[in-house]
């Protein structure tokens, strides 16, 4: 249900900022700074569902970790449980540095808030990059070591190197920093990765099953009121 929770929350606000214009772009600061002050209910509304998202995936990843021992490599499950609860934290850094911006926006202008908001945003940029770092390798670990058939086996791997190049996009921009667009690409290509992940929340929750009622059987030599005694 965490991982399930975390693809809705995080696809919900994605939906929000793609076609609102909300994706703050680090080389523009006063663009962001506008932007968001146009548009703060929203922005506030696409930060709630990131931060559920990323809270959601923090705490699927400590159940994972803590329930290892049912796994066959127990160690490699802790490890893939832990990743992903480093990923889901890194991700909330990346939402604290959103939300520092909506004040900057909200406050009186003043010279150095263009500065100090393109400083806040870059932070927030790669705190967001290191989540998705993080993501890779606790998908990479999952796919290794979790109880899966074969082909879901594979399928993480394969979404596992699509995450890797979104992770790697921004790195290809040297200091100038990605666009919107090349951002926009990385959240697609990590779009595997969190399909992948609801997929095995499915899995789990279709191997939940309540267990069996256990039928006393009932002695007929003995009288109905001795069962009690």
């Given at each position: 249900?965490l991982?399930?929770?975390s693809?809705?929350a995080?696809?919900?606000?994605a939906?929000?900022?793609?076609?609102s214009?909300l994706?703050?772009?680090?080389?523009?600061?006063a663009a962001?700074?506008a932007?968001?002050?146009?548009?703060v209910?929203?922005?506030?509304t696409?930060?709630?569902?990131?931060?559920l998202?990323?809270?959601?995936?923090?705490?699927?990843?400590?159940?994972?970790a803590a329930?290892s021992?049912e796994a066959?490599r127990?160690y490699?499950?802790?490890?893939?449980?832990?990743l992903?609860?480093a990923?889901?934290?890194?991700g909330?850094?990346?939402?604290?540095?959103n939300?520092?911006?909506t004040?900057?926006a909200?406050g009186p202008a003043v010279p150095?808030?263009?500065t100090?908001?393109m400083?806040?945003?870059?932070t927030?940029k790669?705190?967001?990059?290191?989540?998705?770092?993080?993501w890779?390798?606790?998908?990479v670990?999952?796919?290794?070591?979790?109880?899966?058939?074969?082909g879901l086996?594979?399928?993480g791997v394969?979404?596992a190197?699509s995450?890797l190049?979104?992770?790697a996009?921004?790195?290809?921009?040297?200091t100038d920093?990605p666009?919107?667009?090349?951002?926009?690409?990385?959240?697609?290509?990590?779009?595997?990765?969190?399909?992948?992940?609801?997929?095995?929340g499915?899995?789990y929750l279709r191997r939940?099953k309540?267990?069996?009622?256990?039928a006393v059987p009932?002695?007929?030599?003995e009288p109905p009121d001795?069962?009690?005694?």
């Amino acid at each position: 249900m965490l991982l399930l929770t975390s693809l809705v929350a995080m696809i919900s606000g994605a939906a929000i900022v793609v076609p609102s214009g909300l994706t703050l772009n680090p080389s523009d600061p006063a663009a962001a700074l506008a932007a968001v002050g146009r548009q703060v209910g929203l922005h506030l509304t696409e930060l709630a569902f990131d931060v559920l998202g990323w809270l959601a995936l923090t705490a699927a990843g400590l159940v994972m970790a803590a329930r290892s021992a049912e796994a066959l490599r127990p160690y490699t499950v802790t490890l893939a449980g832990g990743l992903l609860a480093a990923a889901g934290l890194a991700g909330l850094l990346h939402d604290a540095g959103n939300l520092a911006l909506t004040q900057l926006a909200a406050g009186p202008a003043v010279p150095a808030a263009a500065t100090v908001a393109m400083a806040v945003l870059l932070t927030a940029k790669w705190g967001v990059n290191l989540a998705g770092l993080l993501w890779v390798a606790a998908t990479v670990a999952g796919a290794v070591g979790i109880p899966m058939p074969a082909g879901l086996r594979i399928t993480g791997v394969i979404a596992a190197l699509s995450g890797l190049a979104g992770v790697a996009l921004p790195w290809t921009t040297g200091t100038d920093g990605p666009t919107a667009a090349l951002e926009q690409a990385g959240y697609a290509l990590h779009l595997p990765i969190m399909l992948w992940y609801a997929v095995l929340g499915r899995r789990y929750l279709r191997r939940q099953k309540p267990a069996p009622e256990i039928a006393v059987p009932h002695d007929a030599t003995e009288p109905p009121d001795a069962m009690h005694t």
